[in-house]
């Protein structure tokens, strides 16, 4: 594959999440649950998988209900995280802002929540979200995951909802996130992984890339990329199934306080992005997170 060639599928992948999102933006902003991409999308078993109702009742009783229709991920990732008095929290991909009101609350008035997304729709509402939910902790920025647009060793935390599998170039958000995060600093992620024996094709298969399935890595993918820029004390643990093959899974890492002297390992060759139809993986609901 040629340069132009991958950045074009770059850009129709880029393209095809931020249509969803903001289609999911404006339903929850009118206070409609029916967007293509809400998550009313089922696990093997039936029940859902994604959205609302992965939060704690207590969380979720003190948010925004735009907030709450908005929330579109796979897992709690300011409960991974573990979240402290005073921290400054960044979290990719963040829709509605549900996770950044939540980390502001929870970091206090001497932390900081910031919120990073592509979609304008979704900035708009989570301005509006944070607002009604009394936070001003909070900041948002327009950008994408793979050139964060914060300074390097900023961040106590990063976090993210069901958003890295939906990247084009997930070595360059695994560059960005040891980038900001200052030496000591973690990493709390929920996010879709897939067995180690699925090939792309058939993660492709199982759901397109704004439906949270095609973009997923393996389970020794994730591992191999923290690993590779550097981070240590990995963990990615699935909670739950969200398709044949594929997980919810919590993800943990930590930047080192101090060099060890040794060169990184390379980064390994991650799939290709598989662009499958846009029809999302099940329960009639024309996508999933």
Not at 129 to 144: D, L
Not at 229 to 241: N, Q, R, S
Request: glycine share 12%.
């Amino acid at each position: 594959m040629t340069l132009d060639e991958t950045l074009l599928d770059e850009a129709a992948i880029h393209e095809e999440v931020r249509a969803r999102y903001a289609d999911a933006a404006r339903a929850a902003s009118a206070g409609r649950s029916d967007s293509s991409a809400k998550a009313s999308c089922c696990g093997p078993d039936g029940s859902a998988v994604f959205g609302e109702i992965l939060y704690a009742d207590a969380d979720r009783a003190g948010l925004p209900e735009a907030a709450v229709l908005a929330s579109l991920g796979c897992g709690n990732p300011t409960a991974v995280a573990e979240l402290r008095e005073g921290e400054r929290v960044l979290d990719l991909g963040s829709g509605g802002g549900i996770d950044v009101i939540l980390s502001a609350r929870r970091v206090g008035p001497t932390g900081r929540a910031f919120g990073l997304d592509m979609t304008d729709e979704m900035l708009e509402l989570a301005v509006q979200n944070a607002a009604a939910a009394g936070v001003t902790n909070v900041e948002f920025i327009r950008g994408t995951i793979e050139s964060v647009p914060l300074p390097s060793s900023t961040m106590d935390v990063v976090i993210s909802n069901c958003v890295i599998n939906l990247a084009a170039d997930k070595a360059a958000v695994f560059r960005e996130i040891a980038r900001v995060l200052r030496p000591g600093g973690r990493v709390g992620v929920s996010d879709v992984v897939a067995d180690d024996s699925l090939t792309p094709a058939e993660r492709g298969e199982r759901g397109s890339f704004a439906g949270c399935i095609a973009g997923a890595l393996s389970f020794s993918e994730y591992r191999a990329g923290l690993a590779a820029v550097g981070l240590t004390d990995i963990e990615v643990v699935p909670t739950h199934a969200v398709a044949d093959g594929l997980h919810a899974a919590v993800v943990r890492a930590t930047k080192p306080v101090g060099g060890s002297g040794r060169p990184l390992p390379q980064m390994p060759e991650l799939p290709a992005p598989q662009i499958a139809g846009v029809d999302g993986c099940g329960c009639g609901s024309g996508g999933c997170c």
